[in-house]
């Protein structure tokens, strides 16, 4: 029995022991090979011991065979493998030695070049830059009240017209000794009156106002304003002055002497010419690790000194005479010869024939005079201590008032002003929006200025003839010192391609990065030098704009690893720009504190404009090229809340109420002017102004309330390069507000479906745009459409509140006769009248009273048009002939006649042409189609080109659900 039990195992066993000896016998095959290659595993003897006698001695025989054939190769130690290789490794390189040589050399070469650009641009591009200027204490303290009033009493007349002898110095702006400098043609500057800019490597500093003078050309200019002195003890003329460097590396010792009309001298000082340096510029690897890394140091580039002479009344003229030391020579009262080889100089004597002028260029010493002004003691000092506006580029609103990331602004905004939640931009840019700011009036009324950022000579001479008014320059009139700092070439001449807003002295701070503590450094000295009169300061921190490089201690490690080629990246770089401002405010305000005038001083917080960056799904469309970098949408892409919502945050210093309350209210940026007017004690309100003052609100003394002042507001106008829209909360939409954007011209685009950079390329056109906004919680959100009632209603206020003219279009698609006529009710003083008409139509006009009819008639060619320029009119009356065929609705429908001017009117649907495929689809050559539409002058409306993009576009839009 027990033998049995053990044969029963053994059989259930034998099959396990088969499969064990197999493995081993596996195993062993591969152990056995692996050494017979110099490699020897674990348990190699104890599977020898288990090995059939057959397999070991087919072991022992490639054993030998292998030590004879090692023989053969020319490494003989080591394992046969390693002896296989290295010979094969040699032969190769032997055989092709020519061609490895040259892709080593090359590779070697390519190594050079390459490494120190990328270090170059991790320099540059990459790795933050840490604060380069230190913060200094202000140790001067100046008075919490002043009795001053600041005049600039030779710089703001125009030329005298009964003197042709009048004469301007000026240098040639290519060889103006590294000085940037444009001469002023615009027929409202005095004589020699010049803007100019002293420009070096990290910093600006510009005198925006100035004359120049040279031992070649003196300088006579005369009071232009006739002020009443209250007071003729303590009345100060303040001068600044700056020398240029030197002319071809001679140095000369200049004197300049100030007398007035009686001869007697004013002031008198010797300089010497300073060496003439050239900015400092990141073209190598040492230049860009000084330029991020180095602390921040100031060449010596020319010399800016200034007079301050007391006096008991401003003299009626001062003559600048300049003495050349090293030559002994004064000249005085020279002849003035002509020399006018530049373009602007030309463009000035087209305007002023009679006009002559000096090229100083070459002068050994020229000195430029700037911001004479006259400080008065007063009975009746300007209303306000002081009023500093803060505008930080690009900071969203959303932004600003997270208290996450801005603690020190919004614990400043609760404890001490009013936070306003709704306020808003007029544009999604820089210049589109500060332009409303600073005139109080819409970009498309000032013009082609406000759009662009190299205005020409014709651009700036076109503003200056229109006259705007300026809050900069009602500033001056109310007696403040005005000043500018910061990002402000675009806003002065001393860069070329700016336009003078009306600043009188100021530095323009432009270091790529960063320059906001250089700024608030900037501030403080200013203050010392100019803070004891009443003074309006305008600080423009560029910290928020892109590129976004915060340092390194401000960005969130955490989020930015979570997505770091994603869209996360950069809206964590700008958080952390965010973050870097955020704690730059604590030291604005310490050096107010410092001055001593904190308590005294009213201080306005805003933006320009936001960013959109993390918003969907536009941030698909624009900016998305650099999506493997963190593709974002930046600005000017379009106008939703994250790009035109900004923060506004008022502080006065007294008589000021309702402080820590949280303003829902929509304001925007062309309530500002009015508001600042009125603060600083304005007495009426332009009628030119778009703005409302929003003042008594804020004042305590006031019963009214923002309420009470914005009851009678139901829309907010926004202007774009590319886009214009309407926030709207009027009439159907008291408790939906919606916002509507028109598209007024075709972006080139990338869109990005699967996020590759080989995505397809479209031009992307959405002409109506739609959001709801919610002024409870401040929220946006897209919607593909609207009802038709909303949309009429939505089309109408848009179409009333914008400033552009509205015109009547009509568009021809045959060839024939057309004969036509309309009615037109006068309503204002702005006429209506013809702005285009084919040269082989013929028109007339008849008026009378109120009533203005024009008639057409003649041959017209396919797509030949007429514009009529409605001004301020009303349509009541048009005429066709039978034969024509009126469409005016993008479906290309047939309107009967007795229905086209109500759709006209009242903008039914006329707003978009039908395209051409639906009028070749619908209507034959024979067909007299005409088709009527109303639009602004500024519009452009265009098609999608190609069905693929829009297929594309559609898809997408789709996908997201806003299509479909």
Partial sequence: MKKMKQHYIRIILRPLRALKLSLIYFYGRVALSLALRGIKVPGLNKIKNKMPKGALGAYERRVLIYEIKGERYSYRKGPLWFRVAYTAITYFLSKNKFWLLIVFKTTIAVLVIAIPILI?????????????????????????????????????????????????????????????????????????????????????????????????????????????????????LRIQYYLFPQNKNSITQCKIQLKDQNGNILASTIETTPLQLKPRVAKSLSAAWNE?????????????????????????????????????????????????????????????????????????CIFALGDFSL??????????????????????????????????????????????????????????????LMTSKYSREIGSVAFTYAADAKMRKNFYDKKHPLLATYMQNLGYRVGAIGWLSLFSETMQGGVDLGFHNAIVSETPEYEARQITEQMGSWLENYGDSPFFLYLHYNTTHGPYKPPLEEVDLKKFLSKPFGLNQKKQFYDGTARYWDKEFLSIIQKLKDLGIYDEVDIIITSDHGAQL???????????????????????????????????IIKLADNFKGIGESISIPTAHIDLFPTLYNLAGGKSVSKQWRGIDLFPALEKKSSLTFLDILKDRNSIYFDGHRYAGILYWGGEFNQKPMKYVRQLA???????????????????????????????????DIIPMTQNNNLKELR??????????????????????????????????????ISLVPTNIKYTEQENKDIIRFNFHGEIQPDESIWINLGDSSLEEINISDDIIPVACPNGNRIDKEFLVDTLQNNICSFFAPPDGIIERNYTNKDHVIIFQKSLSNEQVEQIEGTGAGAALQNALREWGYAK
Avoid: C
């Fill in 120 to 236: 170059f641009v991790l320099i540059r591009g990459v790795l933050p830059v840490p604060e380069r200027v230190s913060y200094i204490p202000i140790n001067t303290k100046l008075n919490e009240t002043s009795q001053n009033r600041t005049d600039w009493l030779y710089t703001e007349a125009p030329f005298n017209k009964d003197d042709n002898k009048t004469s301007f110095n000026y240098i040639d702006p290519e060889n103006a000794r590294g000085v940037i400098i444009t001469p002023v043609i615009e027929s409202s500057a005095p004589a020699g009156l010049i803007h100019f800019g002293i420009g070096y490597y990290p910093k600006k500093l510009n005198l925006l106002r100035g004359f120049l003078t040279s031992n070649n050309a003196p300088l006579a200019v005369s009071r232009n304003r006739n002020i009443p002195i209250e007071v003729e003890n303590g009345n100060k």
């Fill in 292 to 364: 991020r890394f180095l602390p921040n140091t100031i060449p010596n580039y020319g010399k800016i000194g200034e007079f301050i002479i007391n006096v008991k009344a401003a003299p009626q003229k001062i003559i600048a005479n300049v003495t050349n030391l090293n030559e002994n020579l004064e000249i005085i009262n020279k002849e003035i010869s002509l020399n006018s080889k530049t373009e602007a100089i030309k463009e000035y004597l087209l305007n002023h024939p009679q006009k002559k002028g000096i090229d100083v260029t070459q002068d050994p």
């Fill in 375 to 436: 400080e008065r003691i007063v009975v009746s000092p300007p209303k306000r201590r002081g009023i500093v506006f803060i505008l930080v580029d690009t900071l969203r609103a959303d932004t600003a008032y997270n208290s996450a990331l801005m603690p020190n602004l919004n614990d400043f905004a609760k404890s001490q002003g009013i936070q306003f939640m709704e306020h808003r931009a007029q544009g999604n840019m820089t210049v589109p929006s500060i332009i409303p």
């Fill in 614 to 648: 993390d918003r969907q799904p536009w941030n698909y469309f624009l900016g998305v090229p650099q999506n493997i970098d963190g593709g974002y949408a930046d600005k000017g892409s379009s106008l939703f809340d994250e790009e035109v919502r900004v923060p506004l």
């Fill in 746 to 780: 075709p972006d080139k685009i990338k869109l990005y479906l699967t996020h590759n950079p080989w995505s397809q390329q479209i031009s992307w056109y959405q002409p109506e745009i739609f959001s709801n906004v919610n002024f409870s919680n401040h929220t946006e």
């Fill in 796 to 833: 109408k206020a848009y179409f009333e509140k914008s400033p552009s003219d509205k015109i009547i279009r009509l568009t021809a698609k045959f060839s024939g006769t057309f004969n036509f006529s309309t009615k037109l009710k006068k309503i204002g003083n702005n006429l209506p009248k």
